[in-house]
Every structure is written in C-alpha cells, then in structure tokens.
C-alpha cells in the first residue's frame, strides 16, 4: 500500500505563498495520480486539486486561478504552490492517493497522509 508524506504547511499573511510536497512512499509503481484536499474546522474535507502521472490536471473552482500542482513522476512526489492565499484557506491539508482512473475521476482516494496544518492570518 502507499502512504503519502506531506511537507510544507507553515504560517503566513494573507497574499503570500506556500508550497506543499508529497512523497508516495511504499508501492509507487500502484500509483495512478495524487491530489490535496483541506479540511477547516468544523467543515467537511473537500477537493483541492489533483494530477494523474500522465499529466490530467484537476482543480476546485476555489483555487483553480491561485493554486498549481505539478509532479515529478521520478520522486513519486507531487507538489502544491499556493499563491495570493487568503484567510478563507486556512485548513489542514491532506494529500490523497489514487490507485486507478476511477478513483481520480471520482476525487477518491484509497489512502491518505497524516495532513499539514496551512494558516493564513489576515
């Protein structure tokens, strides 16, 4: 099984960046794609963005303008840069996996990292 390591979550002011890392570690080979979901407080996880190894990028309307994730297929490690971020993305961010097309189509993953605490302070 796969176990993603995320890296990166800190504290910043709002309109600044962070970038967030992944590794797949474990059967990489399994992989299909990797994608961020956040969850605030109080509120449900919800989709960020993800990317297949072959390149199909997907993101949430929310972020789609100020988010971009890349990959490096030879590291097993995707990452996020989140530009011009905002108090509304406070969350702690959690990086998912996905084994197959069906679950990337679908937003789910079949495992998930431990999570990264992201603050935004207005």
């Known amino acids: 099984q796969v176990q993603p390591v995320e890296s990166g979550g800190g504290l910043v002011q709002a309109g600044g960046s962070l970038r967030l890392s992944c590794e797949a570690s474990?059967?990489?080979?399994?992989?299909?794609?990797m994608g961020w979901f956040r969850q605030a407080p109080g509120k449900e996880r919800e989709f960020v963005a993800s990317?297949?190894?072959?390149?199909?990028?997907d993101y949430s309307n929310s972020v789609k303008d100020r988010f971009t994730i890349s990959k490096d297929n030879g590291k097993s490690t995707v990452y996020l840069q989140m530009n011009n971020l905002k108090p509304e993305d406070t969350a702690v961010y959690y990086c998912?996996?996905?084994?197959?097309?069906?679950?990337?189509?679908?937003?789910?993953?079949?495992?998930w990292g431990q999570g990264t605490q992201v603050t935004v302070s207005s």
């Open positions: 474990g059967r990489s080979f399994s992989t299909y794609g």
């Open positions: 998912g996996h996905y084994s197959d097309l069906g679950r990337w189509a679908g937003r789910r993953p079949d495992s």
């Open positions: 990317i297949s190894w072959g390149g199909l990028i």
